[in-house]
């Protein structure tokens, strides 16, 4: 249609359509030469009415006055409303005439919504599908005190509603059916909407505790269920107020996931209770099975205010996770924000790494305690222009540290790098972490290692004392061995890392020599204690003590009674190293309650050595103590006491022992059983040496070590060929790898194993 506008009068008058001027009394005219056409009002449906009318409403009282007249087409009535001082109200009149609002009252418990099941819950209501007003509809009785046009409105704030409008007649019951229209926005399980009565545009709050949580509404797909712990969170990136955060910030949340499905995470990040500290991490996606996983949540924003202490990890912003409906809080999560990077340099040759680091870490011994730190050199320079830090490590084998602060001068200084909460070393092998050092110049990475250390292990020991020798690692060069902290200890040189200490509870001096000559001493790795030769009273209550190791030398043998005893201790996860075989000392009796084979016989052989045999891979022959240069003691000697002849066992079933030597009878002399931890040795002068400093010309003493130069290291030693020993016997090795796969045995699955 072609539109002609007239031109504008002194009086404003406008006529559309024709090209006459307007009537005298006319401002606006609409005139057609055809009759097929009309004007048409703007088509709103009952919701866009009711958010026009709140628009109105919220004016100023002098604008509110300026919309009288207002008109609109209600798509849903098909009947035109006007506003008129303070409302829109409809043209549709009631055949009698009257053009006013209804009076009505209504019964907030009277709303069924459909459709629902047997017990009148709403279903079939669906994030993201639309509903039909056929069948997605609500029904309700009111009662008419005053006829008159109405209309009556059920929103729920989130995409749909229901509505109906048109005129009362007549005053009493009327029952009304509220066609839905629109499509749920947001669906979960567990949750629901709530109803808002709205008649004749005004809302009936009396209802919305009755009509509260009334409309369950389903995921789009059903959300995945799981949990989540702060243990395990980990933070990325280096956090600058003022720098837009990118995606090298992010975080890391391991959940667990029981069912599959859809989940969001919203996580803010909280300088103290009650302020953000200007970004949040997001992240949505769907687990598409059940375990353990970990979800990535990237950082949003830019940090606000400065928030870190170079002394004190505990400074910084703390996260709030939001996801499913839950709120998790993690105020251990600390993510220091710093002030722009300052110019300096590091110094990786200069780290010390401070604190004790073990496995499994128990109160007194965490791993994530102000106490556990790195600390290394750097050089500031040029303060002035920018003055934050940050250094971090990777994560290795459950440990991971970081640092963060500002620099208040130039110059030489250093940075400490605390360890992360959650830290909790996994393994006794030395740990490498690399550290990154974030500047102004960009970063810079340096390789520190960490060394962890085993806890101090309780032994018991249980044989004879006859001449000092140490049978059973009581006294002599046996116990200097064991309590040298050179050889167990947290040494920088310490061949086995552990920690030290003792009844006194002080630690000795820095460098001091441990001196174990002829004496028992307090500070070591190991608590010791003696129980006498072996028997009933003695191994009781020895096992009564819980150690983690009992060692056993000259002279003993094995009953069936002391045997059942022992096997009880060893089934609780125990381990007893056992050296015997002169005469008739025999272990018979233990390896037939161990192996569960009652045919086992033992006798004695002219022999002074058995060698090992070659075992790739076995903890003992490749364990930490090695002569110089080597990576295995297989071919190696190991000797009793010349005087006596080396004690082998038959008929040991080959597929639950391991026979590490035989003697010149081809039977076994050296064994260790899979299923206990249980080894044997054919002769009990296994440890035997006074440590008199005399022992090449002693002919019973195969068990060597440095102090016998008297150095007081006790470092295990190859005893020197002799008349008595025509080759070289490395008894103190295989000893030391002995007591290193015990130890590990006890802490994995032993006694008192963490």
């Avoid at 204690?529 to 009933?536: D, E, I, M, R, T």
């Avoid at 609780?572 to 045919?599: Q, T």
């Amino acid at each position: 249609m072609l539109l002609l506008f007239a031109p504008v009068t002194a009086k404003a008058q406008v006529l559309i359509g024709a090209d006459v001027p307007p009537q005298p009394f006319s401002l606006l005219e609409i005139v057609a030469d055809y009759t097929k056409g009309g004007f048409r009002l703007p088509q709103l449906d009952t919701d866009d009415i009711a958010s026009l009318e709140q628009l109105i409403s919220g004016l100023p009282a002098a604008d509110r006055l300026k919309a009288d007249g207002l008109m609109v087409l209600n798509k849903q009535t098909l009947c035109v409303e006007y506003w008129r001082t303070d409302q829109f109200t409809s043209l549709c009149g009631d055949m009698a005439g009257n053009t006013g609002q209804a009076e009505m009252d209504i019964s907030c418990d009277h709303f069924v919504i459909y459709p629902n099941n047997n017990n009148g819950v709403p279903t079939g209501y669906r994030e993201g599908v639309t509903i039909e007003g056929s069948s997605s509809f609500i029904k309700t009785t009111v009662t008419v005190t005053n006829p008159g046009t109405y209309s009556l409105v059920a929103a729920t704030g989130n995409g749909y509603s229901f509505a109906t409008s048109g005129v009362f007649l007549d005053t009493g019951d009327h029952l009304l059916t509220l066609p839905g229209q629109g499509t749920p926005a947001y669906g979960a399980n567990g949750y629901a909407d709530n109803l808002r009565i709205i008649v004749n545009g005004i809302e009936q709050t009396a209802c919305n505790a009755e009509l509260a949580n009334k409309i369950p509404v389903a995921p789009e797909t059903d959300p995945a269920v799981f949990t989540v712990t702060c243990e395990g969170v980990e933070v990325n990136g280096t956090y600058i107020a003022g720098n837009a955060l990118g995606p090298d910030n992010y975080i890391t949340v391991p959940v667990d996931v029981t069912a599959a499905g859809k989940y969001a995470f919203t996580v803010k990040a909280m300088y103290d209770s009650t302020t953000e500290n200007g970004y949040f991490f997001a992240g949505d996606g769907e687990f598409a099975h059940t375990g353990n996983q970990t979800v990535t949540l990237y950082a949003q924003g830019t940090p606000t205010q400065i928030h870190s202490n170079a002394n004190d990890a505990t400074v910084g912003d703390f996260i709030v996770m939001t996801y499913g409906g839950s709120t998790l809080q993690c105020s251990n999560m600390v993510i220091p924000v710093v002030p722009p990077l300052a110019n300096y340099s590091i110094d990786c040759d200069s780290y010390t790494v401070n604190g004790v680091y073990t496995v499994a870490p128990d109160e007194e011994n965490s791993d994530d305690d102000p106490t556990h730190y790195i600390e290394i050199a750097v050089n500031v320079s040029n303060v002035s222009a920018a003055s934050g830090w940050f250094a971090s490590t990777d994560k290795a084998s459950g440990l991971a540290f970081k640092g963060a602060g500002t620099f208040t001068a130039n110059g030489a200084q250093t940075i400490k790098l605390y360890a992360v909460p959650g830290s909790k070393v996994t393994v006794y092998a030395p740990i490498e972490l690399i550290l990154t050092a974030e500047t102004a110049g960009g970063s810079t990475n340096c390789s520190v290692i960490v060394n962890p250390v085993y806890h101090r292990i309780m032994i018991a020991g249980l044989g004879n004392t006859n001449n000092g020798y140490g049978y059973c690692g009581n006294a002599s060069a046996s116990r200097g061995f064991l309590c040298s902290s050179h050889n167990f200890g947290s040494l920088p040189e310490s061949t086995v890392k552990m920690i030290t200490g003792g009844s006194e509870g002080v630690p000795p001096p820095s460098g001091s020599a441990v001196v174990m000559q002829n004496r028992l001493y307090d500070y070591n790795a190991f608590d010791y204690v003696y129980y006498g030769a072996l028997n009933a009273t003695n191994l009781n209550n020895a096992i009564a003590a819980k150690p983690d190791i009992i060692i056993m030398g000259y002279d003993h043998s094995w009953n069936a009674a002391l045997a059942a005893t022992a096997l009880a201790y060893l089934n609780s996860g125990g381990i007893i190293l056992d050296f015997l075989g002169e005469g008739g000392a025999v272990a018979d009796e233990m390896l037939k309650a161990i192996l569960g084979v009652n045919n086992i016989t033992s006798a004695t052989a002219a022999s002074i050595y058995t060698t090992l045999a070659n075992i790739a891979g076995d903890p003992i022959l490749e364990g930490p103590f090695q002569p110089s240069g080597a990576t295995t003691l297989a071919g190696l000697n190991l000797a009793g006491s010349v005087e006596n002849s080396l004690r082998g066992y038959t008929n040991l079933p080959p597929d639950k022992v391991v026979v590490y030597g035989t003697n010149s009878n081809g039977n076994p002399v050296v064994s260790r059983t899979l299923e206990k931890n249980y080894v044997v040795f054919g002769d009990g002068g296994f440890l035997a040496n006074d440590d008199n400093g005399s022992y090449l010309s002693n002919i019973t003493e195969p068990f060597a070590t440095s102090n016998d130069d008297r150095d007081g290291l006790y470092l295990p030693k190859m005893r020197p060929a002799t008349a008595n020993y025509p080759s070289g016997v490395y008894n103190a090795f295989f000893f030391g790898n002995l007591i290193h796969w015990a130890i590990e045995q006890a802490r994995l699955n032993g006694v008192n194993a963490e």
